[in-house]
């Protein structure tokens, strides 16, 4: 039973370029979560789906970031027109329907803005 | 919303001695508190949690304590090994929606 996985695991863009990252869950999981994280800093809540469904996206910047997660195929975070402060690790998890709080990460993507 | 602390930030522990990392969180009606390790280069690794329900869980060298009237939980790792030298962080959830909290961390070193 593979795990979460997610690709590509470092991804360099220069500034104004877009990036898009994506999750695949671990089977049989239907909820999809995002985070970010910083150098030296714990992981921060970005947005949280299920299929075709975003159920909370409280942590995402108002602009140039959005997240999808189609009935076919993985989730997708897109950032858009990317800035330096965007350089971070980005990690997704999944989890079942029934036990949405037992969240399991994938190995992260790692982006690098020049 | 929830806030977690968690304490020390950086731990160096002798090999086959024990290990304690400490959290806080702020929200009341938090009542789930995973921990995850992280190595190096990868993603966090679910190691043990505990529900509110429960004062105490062990799973071998793990184990985690939580005391709800403070709002405290803690991470004990007994008997470290080399292996154990990792980034752990303790989180917590509650049932207004499934958003985990994280702590900043704790670079735990084993030493030799």
């Known amino acids: 039973n593979a795990g979460v996985m997610q690709n590509p695991r470092h991804l360099v863009r220069r500034r104004g370029q877009e990036a898009r990252l994506r999750c695949s869950p671990m089977?049989?999981?239907?909820?999809v979560y995002w985070y970010r994280q910083l150098p030296e800093e714990g992981l921060k809540f970005m947005v949280y789906?299920?299929?075709?469904?975003?159920?909370?996206e409280s942590g995402m910047p108002k602009e140039r970031f959005s997240a999808e997660f189609p009935k076919e195929g993985p989730s997708i975070l897109r950032i858009q027109q990317v800035v330096r402060g965007d350089s971070a690790a980005y990690f997704c998890?999944?989890?079942?329907?029934?036990?949405?709080?037992?969240?399991?990460f994938g190995p992260g993507t790692r982006l690098l803005v020049l | 919303g929830e806030n977690v602390e968690q304490h020390p930030s950086t731990l160096s522990v002798q090999e086959g001695d024990s290990a304690v990392i400490k959290c806080t969180y702020s929200d009341s009606a938090s009542n789930y508190f995973p921990w995850y390790k992280q190595e190096l280069g990868k993603g966090p690794q679910l190691i043990i949690d505990i529900r509110s329900n429960v004062g105490e869980k062990k799973d071998q060298r793990i184990a985690v304590t939580l005391n709800k009237t403070a709002k405290h939980f803690s991470l004990h790792i007994t008997e470290t090994q080399p292996e154990d030298s990792a980034v752990y962080f303790c989180?917590?959830?509650?049932?207004?929606?499934?958003?985990?909290?994280f702590g900043k961390g704790t670079r735990l070193h084993i030493l030799p």
């Open positions: 998890a999944s989890s079942l329907l029934t036990d949405q709080e037992t969240q399991y």
């Open positions: 989180a917590a959830s509650g049932t207004r929606d499934d958003k985990i909290i």
């Open positions: 089977k049989g999981h239907s909820h």
């Open positions: 789906l299920q299929k075709e469904n975003i159920i909370d």
